[in-house]
């Protein structure tokens, strides 16, 4: 963001077409031919159109002689229209689009946003800009010029669109910083040096940020200020018809703007600036800065629900933005319980399992039909005041004026002074007096909510991609969700919206991409989001007992519209958390009311395993102190140690199908098995891999494969080593009962005679359906809640038989819900959760970080880094006493949770959170004890905690020194509160530590 003044020149040479005068006389001659004019208007029409329209000379130079003709004939017949209608104004609206090219010509007022003369924008946009790539890039030139009477009072807009040909179209890294190696030819040949220079300069600006560059020149001598805003191909869609809106909205209008494609994957658009005469709106000299701030917010979120308001002047981007925003707040938040089911939960015995199934069904009942999406967006639109008083209040508090020095307020300063800032009970008050009825008052007094509870923002900084906001989530009702967060992250895109929510400070968790089939699943997964992703890092609290760090996740909604949009997305979410998380030179100060440094440790979820590297050098890039454990699962050449190649997360949960085997005296090879979650998954192939057992049933995302007599095992590895899903198996390799039935496929019959009508609900009820039986299930994926109270009575013994399985280790995480895991527990089902089996994946990244901690750069580099396929030695021991130790403490769980069982008979379900919970209990008293001030024990307990290679390479001291305090303390509560619960069970007696500790240390 800059402010620069330039000499006065236009920037690219004038387009000057040299066979004009040719081309009017075949024109003229075409028209004659055709007889749809008289002939003696013939030179008229033709003369005036040429002359007097002021037409650049690219439209002729473009455009052929037979659609030249057709356009005077368009322009000849609206004026005998215009005429019979005493009409004494022409309206021009010419199109012609070809395959490489379009041309559109059209009436435009300046400074006013007309449905009739955005059409034409929006086209360009969905048509040409928005899908422009390097391979398929489309530049714009437009011009505005005044007509020179022939019944025209307003002025002329002309777009020209052009198919771009680079000069280079494949540059090396070398030269895609070179504006000449990467431009269009046509720019080439028309931008002056000094655009050039100017161009080049954004352009490497925009290659070293995710987010856009946005310059501003004033031109000396004259009041135009030119603005240049460059950012990524692909990284936003409909900006080039929505910054019209907005500069339109401060009474300023263009004479001309330019979109140019680099072979690099940037874009630059370029915009002529001039206020309107007469205008009574603030000066351009002032309003410019405002148009350079809501650009950035504009190109995060170019359209939203709320745009209608915006363009007609009821709200500003910001009040807008700020709508939308708050608009998803309450979509997640106002669908809550009330007052009346609290008393009901309270009421009601919540280890009734029937009890428990009324809860759920009217929890789930309340939320769906109370507040529906389109039902808080109308209530929203009643009220555009309401909404302006809001975001003062909010922009109270969050916006810093930049210009303070100067004591020139900014207009977004101004905007709030002129509102007037009310204290929340006033506008409580203000909502109560207002709205109509209780409904609207709790959706605005939501908003009130979500002001009151921003601790931080990106909103008001230019350079951002996407929205984001730290929560204190302190507003979140207890009933609902009783283990409190500790920090709560939205962040709102144009591709997505998510949620980082942790329980620690210091606490680790994967990010993963949520994608929907079709807008129902998008419905269900836009409504469980928070909720699953508040259990998900929940669960991950419980998992990360045995590691120093606590639970976190993260979530990324795709919208309905942009499934194909994964890594734009998570690039922003990154970007955009990284905004709030660390503060460089020359960026916009934001109010940080958290009052402290944060730092988010993330890893690999669902569909971001390959965006690990991506995120840790991206926040190297931008400064970040903590890049190198910002992220694990990264790439073995950046130290990562990957999970789905060892097998992490599989080892963990293969200990406890082993557990059960040795326990109940099973022999792997004659016992069956359901797995849902295939091959081409990282639990699901490492566990087709590590067994031996004859596995009946895969359901993956592609369909399912099922042979009562065994899945071809040979087959079955081919795809897991390959990494496939199983509508890549060889069917010949199915016995005649076996069958593949594959999502899209209908009306598929099976080798029983039964007809499958639809793919999808048959994969999707699979691992509910009477062929599914099995000695063991072990879910390796799917959705959520796949088994809950609604349907878990399908796996239930019937009268005399025996149940779907006998034994369930829950390999994917929340695959059961915990109302279905105590049903199936009290019919006899030996079942451990998700929190107890799926814990190897943490356990192998907070090790990995705990390298990067201990070694300085190069040792890390010699240690830890995988260079062209040569492992080091010491990574190649690291990773497998990494594995030993997750086989380790798997077993260590299995055993303590069944010896409880036996004894106590709670449900293993309850004693596996009981457990966790009591290690984690644990863990903080005894960072917090005397014991750690004591050398003896604590040299002691961190000779066993730390891995024994780490210890023989550098030695406690040198650990010690390196690995800050507050880690090293959380790896001595975590080590001893785990062996501790793990001996002794979760409600030990009081003199059960002091044995323990005699006994070990």
Same mark, same amino acid.
């Given at each position: 963001m800059s402010n620069h003044l330039d000499k006065n020149e236009s920037g690219y040479v004038t387009n000057v077409f040299a066979d004009k005068q040719n081309q009017m006389l075949k024109v003229c001659k075409h028209l004659e031919e055709s007889g749809f004019l008289p002939k003696e208007l013939v030179k008229n029409e033709v003369t005036w159109f040429y002359s007097n329209l002021n037409i650049d000379d690219y439209y002729f130079a473009l455009e052929s002689v037979e659609t030249i003709t057709n356009h005077i004939m368009a322009l000849y017949g609206a004026k005998i229209l215009a005429y019979t209608n005493n009409e004494n104004v022409l309206d021009v609206d010419l199109r012609k689009e070809h395959e490489d090219s379009a041309v559109y010509i059209h009436s &435009?007022?300046?400074?006013?946003?007309? #449905?009739?003369?955005?059409?034409?924008?929006?086209?360009?946009?969905?048509?040409?800009?928005?899908s422009s790539t390097p391979s398929n890039a489309y530049r714009v030139e437009s011009y505005r010029s005044s007509a020179n009477g022939g019944g025209l009072t307003s002025q002329l807009r002309s777009y020209f669109v052009t198919k771009c040909e680079f000069q280079n179209a494949s540059p090396t890294n070398t030269q895609k910083a070179?504006?000449?190696? #990467?431009?269009?030819?046509?720019? =080439?040949?028309?931008?002056?040096?000094?655009?050039?220079?100017?161009?080049?300069?954004?352009?490497?600006?925009?290659?070293?940020?995710?987010?856009?560059?946005?310059?501003?020149?004033?031109?000396?001598? !004259?009041?135009?200020?030119?603005?240049?805003?460059?950012?990524?191909?692909?990284?936003?869609?409909?900006?080039?018809?929505?910054? +019209? *809106?907005?500069?339109?909205?401060?009474?300023?209008?263009?004479?001309?703007?330019?979109?140019?494609?680099?072979?690099?994957?940037?874009?630059?658009?370029?915009? @002529?600036?001039?206020?309107?005469?007469?205008?009574?709106?603030?000066?351009?000299?002032?309003?410019?800065?405002?148009?350079?701030?809501?650009?950035?917010?504009?190109?995060?979120?170019?359209? !939203?629900?709320?745009?209608?308001?915006?363009?007609?002047?009821k709200l500003s981007v910001q009040e807008m933005v700020y709508a939308y925003v708050v608009w998803i707040f309450a979509q997640h938040f106002l669908n809550r319980l009330g007052k009346e089911y609290i008393t009901l939960n309270n009421i009601l015995d919540s280890s009734n399992p029937v009890h428990e199934e009324v809860l759920t069904k009217m929890k789930k009942r309340l939320r769906q039909d109370t507040f529906t999406r389109d039902y808080i967006l109308d209530i929203l639109k009643r009220y555009p005041d309401l909404i302006k008083v809001l975001y003062a209040n909010f922009a109270n508090i969050h916006y810093v004026n930049p210009r303070e020095e100067s004591l020139q307020p900014t207009i977004s300063y101004q905007r709030v002074a002129n509102i007037g800032v009310l204290s929340n009970d006033e506008i409580v008050k203000k909502i109560k007096q207002e709205t109509a009825n209780d409904h609207e008052k709790l959706v605005f007094e939501s908003l009130l909510t979500f002001n009151k509870h921003v601790l931080k923002t990106n909103f008001y900084q230019t350079t951002k991609v996407a929205i984001s906001f730290r929560m204190d989530p302190s507003f979140l009702p207890k009933i609902e969700y009783p283990s409190p967060l500790y920090g709560m992250f939205l962040v709102v895109g144009s591709e997505f919206r998510g949620f980082h929510l942790r329980f620690r400070d210091v606490a680790r968790g994967g990010i993963r991409i949520i994608r929907s089939r079709n807008r129902e699943a998008y419905s269900i997964n836009l409504r469980n989001l928070f909720d699953e992703?508040?259990?998900?890092?929940?669960?991950?609290?419980?998992?990360?007992?045995?590691?120093?760090?606590?639970? +976190?996740?993260?979530?990324?909604?795709?919208?309905?519209?942009?499934?194909?949009?994964?890594?734009?997305?998570?690039?922003? @979410?990154?970007?955009?958390?990284?905004?709030?998380?660390?503060?460089?030179? $020359?960026?916009?100060?934001?109010?940080?009311?958290?009052?402290?440094?944060?730092?988010l440790f993330c890893g690999p979820d669902e569909n971001t395993a390959e965006y690990m590297d991506w995120a840790s050098q991206h926040a190297r890039k931008r400064g970040a102190s903590f890049w190198k454990a910002f992220t694990t699962g990264k790439s073995q050449s950046l130290g990562g140690i990957p999970h789905d190649l060892y097998g992490m997360t599989t080892r963990s #949960?293969?200990?406890?199908?082993?557990?059960? @085997?040795?326990?109940?005296?099973?022999?792997? &090879?004659?016992?069956?098995?359901?797995?849902?979650? $295939?091959?081409?998954?990282? =639990?699901?192939?490492?566990?087709?891999?590590?067994?031996? *057992?004859?596995?009946?049933?895969?359901?993956?995302? +592609?369909?399912?494969?099922?042979?009562?007599?065994?899945?071809?095992?040979?087959?079955?590895?081919?795809?897991?080593?390959?990494?496939?899903?199983?509508?890549?198996?060889?069917?010949?390799?199915?016995?005649?009962?076996?069958?593949r039935v594959l999502v899209d496929e209908t009306k598929v019959k099976l080798p029983n005679g039964q007809i499958i009508e639809r793919g999808i609900d048959f994969r999707n009820t699979f691992h509910t359906n009477p062929l599914a039986q099995a000695t063991i299930f072990v879910p390796c994926g799917g959705r959520p809640e796949s088994i809950g109270l609604e349907n878990v009575q399908r796996l239930l013994p019937k009268e005399g038989s025996a149940p779907l399985f006998k034994y369930i280790v829950e390999g994917a995480n929340l695959f059961?819900?915990?109302?279905?895991? =105590?049903?199936?527990?009290?019919?006899?089902?030996?079942?451990?959760?998700?929190?107890?089996?799926?814990? $190897?994946?943490?356990?192998?990244?907070?090790?990995?970080v705990l390298a990067a901690l201990a070694f300085n750069d190069d040792e890390f580099a010699k240690n830890m880094s995988v260079k062209d396929g040569v492992v080091p030695?010491?990574?190649?021991?690291?990773?497998?006493?990494?594995?030993?130790?997750?086989?380790?403490?798997?077993?260590?769980?299995?055993?303590?949770?069944?010896?409880?069982?036996?004894k106590t008979h709670v449900p293993i379900s309850i004693l596996s959170d009981e457990l966790s919970n009591a290690i984690v209990h644990l863990q903080d008293q005894l960072q917090a004890s005397n014991l750690w001030e004591n050398d003896v024990i604590r040299n002691a307990v961190l000779n066993r905690a730390f891995?024994?290679? =780490?210890?023989?390479?550098?030695?406690?001291?040198?650990?010690?020194?390196?690995?800050?305090? +507050?880690?090293?303390?959380?790896?001595?509560?975590?080590?001893?509160?785990?062996?501790?619960? @793990?001996?002794?069970?979760?409600?030990?007696?009081?003199?059960?530590?002091?044995?323990?500790?005699?006994e070990n240390f």
């Open positions: &435009s007022e300046p400074g006013v946003s007309k #449905v009739g003369s955005t059409k034409h924008e929006k086209s360009i946009d969905e048509k040409f800009l928005d070179d504006i000449k190696q #990467v431009a269009d030819k046509n720019f =080439l040949k028309k931008a002056t040096n000094f655009t050039l220079g100017l161009y080049e300069k954004v352009m490497r600006k925009t290659l070293d940020r995710t987010g856009p560059v946005i310059e501003m020149y004033g031109v000396k001598g !004259t009041r135009e200020h030119r603005l240049v805003i460059g950012y990524r191909q692909g990284s936003t869609k409909g900006f080039f018809s929505a910054i +019209s *809106d907005l500069y339109h909205y401060y009474d300023l209008y263009t004479t001309r703007k330019y979109v140019e494609q680099f072979a690099n994957g940037v874009t630059i658009v370029a915009l @002529y600036l001039n206020p309107l005469p007469e205008s009574k709106a603030v000066p351009i000299e002032h309003s410019i800065h405002q148009v350079m701030k809501e650009a950035s917010l504009l190109y995060c979120l170019p359209s !939203t629900p709320l745009q209608e308001y915006f363009q007609a002047s992703n508040y259990n998900l890092a929940n669960t991950q609290q419980r998992k990360n007992k045995d590691i120093p760090e606590g639970g +976190s996740k993260g979530t990324i909604l795709l919208d309905v519209e942009q499934q194909d949009k994964q890594f734009v997305a998570f690039e922003k @979410y990154i970007d955009s958390i990284l905004d709030l998380l660390i503060r460089t030179q $020359g960026e916009d100060k934001l109010v940080d009311l958290v009052g402290k440094p944060e730092i #949960v293969h200990q406890y199908v082993l557990g059960i @085997y040795r326990t109940f005296g099973l022999k792997e &090879s004659d016992c069956t098995k359901l797995q849902t979650g $295939g091959p081409d998954g990282d =639990l699901g192939s490492n566990e087709i891999k590590i067994s031996s *057992d004859k596995t009946i049933g895969i359901v993956d995302g +592609s369909g399912v494969l099922y042979d009562p007599k065994g899945i071809d095992r040979t087959e079955l590895t081919r795809l897991a080593e390959s990494r496939k899903m199983i509508n890549h198996f060889d069917v010949k390799k199915l016995s005649s009962e076996g069958f059961i819900t915990q109302e279905a895991r =105590l049903r199936l527990e009290k019919a006899g089902i030996v079942i451990f959760k998700d929190a107890s089996a799926n814990k $190897g994946g943490v356990t192998s990244s907070s090790l990995e030695k010491f990574y190649e021991s690291y990773v497998k006493e990494v594995q030993q130790i997750i086989e380790r403490n798997a077993s260590d769980e299995f055993d303590a949770l069944w010896r409880e069982h036996q891995p024994k290679l =780490l210890l023989q390479t550098l030695g406690l001291e040198t650990l010690l020194q390196r690995v800050p305090e +507050s880690y090293v303390r959380a790896i001595f509560g975590a080590f001893l509160a785990s062996q501790f619960i @793990y001996k002794y069970g979760a409600h030990p007696d009081n003199f059960a530590f002091f044995e323990f500790m005699r």
